[in-house]
């Protein structure tokens, strides 16, 4: 089951950039691991994976501007 990893509503922040990436497509992560970082004008946030399974795609960049909704990367909850 393909499970899309969205950027989560992070309270009122205007920008959100997507800090930096601590895993890759094909990774193995377990739940509750940190995936990436966003930050905003106020604070970072992780982003944790909400099972175990496989990164199957990222679809934005170190560096990226996101927002709240968009969808980051696939997990494959085997």
């Known amino acids: 089951m393909q499970i899309p990893l969205s950027v989560p509503d992070i ?3 205007e920008k959100i950039e997507l800090a930096s990436w601590k895993v890759k497509a094909g990774d193995q992560v377990t739940e509750g ?3 990436c970082e966003l930050v905003t004008d106020k604070a970072a ?3 944790e994976a909400p099972h175990s399974g ?3 795609s990222l679809s934005r960049s ?3 501007l ?3 909704g968009e969808v980051l990367a696939v997990l494959d909850r085997a």
């Open 33 to 35: 691991q940190e995936l």
């Open 45 to 47: 946030f992780p982003l």
């Open 62 to 64: 170190t560096g990226d």
């Open 54 to 56: 496989t990164i199957v």
């Open 11 to 13: 309270g009122d922040a």
């Open 66 to 68: 996101v927002k709240v």
